[in-house]
């Protein structure tokens, strides 16, 4: 098979969530949106459940939909992006929370299904999502009439402790929600390491669980282990790949691997990136492909099957920095090519 091989090991993922409901001064929920990071969302959010997460948070009402139809009735499902003209179906039908993001939100929320319920978001800084101090004040009392069941904002800062902006965002939040009793929340995995003063009722980490930074000191939830395809001896002066970039200096064993960049290992990554046969790291060489990498195993004495690439030894953060990105990015584009294989998969 020449397919690569993803193994998400969700008992890792349920460690780090515990990791992040200790560190939890409120409640803990999970974040799992655009398909769980990547790693899927039918075998990570049950996996979650089965740990104790009674409430998640995703993107849009239509992974609402589908999220509710895998953790069943009991959880809280909420949405960041709020009551978007056509999602108030999916909302009654399937029992979603929208946070609500603008006025406009909430008269659409308001017409549409009054005794559904729903959350606020306020804007304290980032201009993402939310409303506007301004607008929150002229509908305040009339929302809170409404009974909202959460009211939350989000960092924009928390991978950075010392950045300003996390205390200006705090003392924010803390003013447009004084005196007001609805449960709050405003820190991601981020957040929640700033310390107990930003976690309020609710914390929702998503990058945490899945083993990412910020978060230090978690459990490795993922390995990618590429087949070789083809092993070659080559002299010194070859070339190897697209436009010719690498020259062989000497006498050299090139392995063929079957990964590319339509699977999320992006061309960035062909300069200081490393295969691991166990301990021993060989360098990719030449342009990655859309489906090819050439790989130098010259240090090895043995012919692999198949070489890794994210292990406990070379980490999804290590690997996305070698493409100028972030975990997140890296994981969110992995594609569907992979055959995925769960370690403590819920039956
Ligand atoms: C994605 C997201 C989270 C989770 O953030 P992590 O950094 O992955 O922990 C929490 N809140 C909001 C509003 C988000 O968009």
């Not at 899945?210 to 390995?223: A, R």
């Not at 050299?252 to 061309?267: E, M």
């Amino acid at each position: 098979m020449a397919t690569a091989t993803a193994t998400i090991d969700l008992n890792a993922l349920r460690q780090n969530w515990q990791k992040l409901r200790r560190l939890s001064s409120g409640d803990t929920a999970a974040v799992v949106k655009a398909n769980a990071y990547g790693l899927g969302v039918k075998q990570v959010a049950p996996a979650l459940y089965n740990e104790g997460a009674r409430i998640f948070f995703i993107a849009t009402a239509e992974e609402g939909a589908e999220l509710r139809s895998i953790v069943g009735k009991i959880p809280d499902i909420y949405i960041f992006s709020g009551h978007m003209n056509g999602d108030t179906d999916l909302i009654k039908n399937y029992s979603l929370i929208p946070l609500i993001n603008s006025i406009e939100q909430l008269s659409r929320h308001c017409e549409l299904s009054k005794e559904q319920k729903f959350g606020i978001q306020l804007d304290t800084g980032m201009n993402r999502l939310g409303m506007e101090p301004m607008e929150w004040e002229t509908v305040k009392e009339l929302t809170l009439s409404l009974n909202p069941v959460l009211i939350m904002s989000h960092l924009a800062c928390a991978d950075e402790p010392r950045h300003e902006m996390n205390a200006m965002q705090l003392q924010n939040f803390r003013r447009l929600t004084n005196k007001i009793n609805v449960k709050k929340s405003l820190s991601a995995t981020g957040g929640i390491l700033l310390g107990p003063e930003y976690h309020f009722d609710l914390t929702r980490p998503g990058i945490g669980i899945y083993g990412c930074s910020p978060m230090q000191d978690c459990f490795s939830v993922l390995k990618i282990e590429i087949p070789v395809i083809q092993i070659r001896e080559i002299g010194r002066g070859e070339t190897v790949g697209y436009g010719n970039t690498w020259t062989a200096p000497s006498k050299r064993k090139i392995a063929t691997i079957s990964a590319g960049y339509a699977d999320g290992l992006f061309r960035l990554l062909s300069t200081n990136t490393r295969l691991y046969f166990q301990d021993i790291g060989c360098p990719i060489v030449g342009r990655i492909s859309m489906d090819l990498i050439g790989v130098d195993i010259t240090s090895l004495d043995v012919e692999p099957e198949k070489l890794e690439l994210i292990n406990s030894q070379q980490t999804i953060d290590k690997i996305a920095g070698g493409a100028k990105t972030i975990g997140y990015e890296f994981l969110t584009s992995l594609g569907n090519r992979y055959h995925r294989n769960y370690k403590g998969l819920i039956e």
